[in-house]
């Protein structure tokens, strides 16, 4: 005696996953074709967004970094050669400041 074999039937009634393919898209910004790619289009469809990317990653780049303020720079009288010394913190008062040319020099001079 033998069982009766139990057939497994494959049902495909789960969603196939969305076969997503790379896309060229234009830039509206530079007017260049940029590629929207296939692993993009999932992330956006992951977070629900439905638009496409209207610019190319270096102008989207760009338009990121113009929304960053600019560098915080003081300037002051450098203690060595009296000129314009940038510096990237505040200068204290107490203590020599150097433009970026002295500065150099000072370090190679060690
Ligand atoms: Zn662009
Ligand atoms: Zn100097």
Known sequence: MYEDEVKVEETET?????????????????GNEFVFTAGEQAFYAEKG?????KRCKAC??????????????????????????ILPFEPSKDKPVYCSACFEKRRNAR
């Open 49 to 53: 967004y439905t638009n496409k990317p």
């Open 14 to 30: 789960e969603a196939a996953p969305v076969e997503f393919q790379d896309e060229t898209l234009v830039c509206v910004e530079c």
């Open 60 to 85: 989207r780049d760009a338009k990121k970094n113009a929304n960053k303020p600019p560098r915080q720079t003081y300037v002051a009288v450098c203690s060595e050669c009296g000129g314009e010394a």
